[in-house]
């Protein structure tokens, strides 16, 4: 599977004993090299992954340059550049009526995307104080959409309502 990261630049080092040089290659376009020291110890620093290639799943080939000029067989491995969900607000209404102030049942629809296509786990909060401080209204959700009962709520002319994503890395 890999490692999994969420910068998008990174470092790769490691050992090549009796190696000159060090060439790495990102998902067969981006070339980095960098020169060993006596020891054998390489750092190739700023590596770019591309959040979009294989939905974050980089492919890193390393090989290897002898003093001579032979060059090693590659070693693959892959990074995951993974990338934090969106969420987009679909729907925010009182059941049974059109009217802007919302009371008793309200249904919250949202969608979201995410690039990883890993699972995703919603919750959506509640603030009194033009986004100050947060509080849980529901959380732990898998679907994407929910049943407020304004209820259980303070009476409040002014709330802030907001639905968050998690895939559980970023």
Not at 18 to 25: D, E, Q
Not at 44 to 67: H, M, T, W, Y
Not at 80 to 93: D, F, G, H, I, K
Request: charged fraction near 25%; proline fraction near 3%.
């Amino acid at each position: 599977e890999g490692t999994r990261v969420t910068s998008s630049q990174v470092t790769v080092s490691g050992s090549a004993v009796n190696a000159a040089k060090v060439t790495v290659l990102v998902n067969k376009s981006r070339e980095y090299t960098a020169t060993t020291t006596v020891e054998g110890a390489f750092a190739v620093q700023g590596v770019e992954l591309d959040p979009k290639f294989n939905a974050g799943k980089n492919a890193i080939r390393i090989s290897v340059e002898d003093l001579e000029g032979r060059v090693s067989l590659p070693t693959e491995m892959f990074i995951t550049l993974n990338s934090a969900p969106t969420v987009q607000l679909r729907e925010l209404r009182k059941l049974g009526a059109k009217q802007e102030i919302l009371k008793g049942q309200v249904k919250i629809s949202w969608s979201a995307t995410d690039i990883n296509n890993d699972p995703l786990i919603y919750s959506i909060e509640l603030s009194e104080d033009d986004g100050e401080t947060w509080q849980a209204i529901v959380s732990d959700l898998k679907e994407t959409e929910y049943l407020w009962q304004t209820e259980e709520a303070p009476d409040s002319s002014n709330y802030l309502l907001r639905v968050a994503a998690n895939d559980g890395l970023a």
